[in-house]
């Protein structure tokens, strides 16, 4: 979430210059696409699915902003626009709170089409904008960035980043006893989708703000563990209590390894772990 200095959030934007793209770039866009959309159903939580149909995403080339724009402003007030890497934290909290989402305009090679390490245009816009499509999530994603503009300490932060990558990025909820994902990361990335559905190798647990608060996550490989809700309305609750389980929060207790259960888990099912400690084994 942050890197180089900016003061504003106009330092930050960025033309999307659409007419640049390629026909690689459009090929690639439109191969993850099909691709993708082949994934999706009956793995993807019914109110993603639902904002991606309303979306009307052009299959075969490059989404332009404004057109992207102009459909989520109708519905929920969010507009997309163009960045260049990875945001300074204030101007990522600030551009939320102002209901602005920050897009990468790059697009992943070919090479990469199942699982990008950082953050494409296909990811933030496949990923999140159906997300922002939902009433909910879109008053969520809006007072997250509230929430980060009024914290006060680097252990807050620490608590917001953990808490936004184990729901938006990496989230999984759990209706009815079927499991699906509503992650963002997971969305874009067939491996993950496949991955933190369906594989032995991660822990699913459910819901744990404070286990949560205590999980240190990596933004460059596949999950250990999966946190799942029960609705999004639990996204909700939290954005309506202006995340104050954030910013009145005491210091959290200590770290806990991401691979590792602990006593209170509530544990929906235990992985083996064989994805991390194989790639371990090869590293050794
Ligand atoms: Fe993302």
């Known amino acids: 979430m942050s890197v180089a200095v900016a003061e504003s959030q106009d330092d930050c934007i960025i033309e999307q210059l659409w007419d640049q793209y390629t026909q690689k770039d459009h090929d690639a866009w439109a191969t993850l696409y099909r691709q993708t959309l082949a994934t999706l159903p009956g793995r993807m939580c019914d109110e993603y699915l639902h904002g991606l149909s309303k979306l009307g995403l052009p299959p075969d080339r490059i989404v332009?902003?404004?057109?992207?724009?102009?459909?989520?402003?109708?519905?929920?007030?969010?507009?997309?626009?163009?960045?260049?890497g990875f945001l300074p934290t204030k101007q990522f909290f600030s551009?939320?709170?102002?209901?602005?989402?920050?897009?990468?305009?790059?697009i992943r090679n070919l090479?990469?089409?199942?699982?990008?390490?950082?953050?494409?245009?296909?990811?933030?816009?496949?990923?999140?904008?159906?997300?922002?499509?939902?009433?909910?999530?879109a008053d969520f994603m809006q007072e997250f960035g509230k929430a980060g503009m009024a914290c006060d300490s680097e252990s807050k932060h620490t608590m917001l980043a953990r808490l936004y990558w184990f729901t938006v990025e990496v989230g999984l909820i759990q209706r009815?006893?079927?499991?699906?994902?509503?992650?963002?990361?997971?969305?874009?990335?067939?491996?993950e989708l496949e991955f933190a559905l369906q594989s032995h190798s991660p822990n699913r647990l459910h819901f744990d703000l404070e286990r949560i608060f205590r999980t240190p996550f990596s933004m460059y490989?596949?999950?250990e563990t999966y946190f799942a809700i029960d609705a999004l309305s639990q996204m909700l609750e939290l954005a309506n209590d202006g995340f104050s389980c954030v910013l009145k929060a005491p210091e959290p207790l200590p770290d806990i390894e991401q691979g590792r259960l602990v006593e209170t888990d509530s544990v929906i099912s235990a992985g083996d772990r064989s994805y991390h400690l194989a790639k371990l084994g090869s590293c050794v």
Not at 95 to 106: E, T, V
Not at 118 to 123: R, T
Not at 176 to 191: E, M, R
């Open 64 to 84: 332009r902003f404004e057109e992207l724009s102009d459909v989520l402003r109708k519905n929920t007030g969010w507009e997309y626009v163009a960045v260049s």
């Open 95 to 106: 551009l939320l709170a102002d209901r602005k989402f920050p897009a990468n305009r790059s």
């Open 111 to 137: 090479q990469e089409l199942e699982y990008q390490e950082l953050p494409d245009i296909f990811h933030d816009v496949v990923g999140h904008a159906p997300l922002l499509m939902d009433p909910i999530m």
């Open 176 to 191: 009815n006893g079927s499991l699906k994902a509503y992650g963002t990361a997971i969305a874009s990335s067939a491996k």
């Open 221 to 223: 490989d596949l999950q």
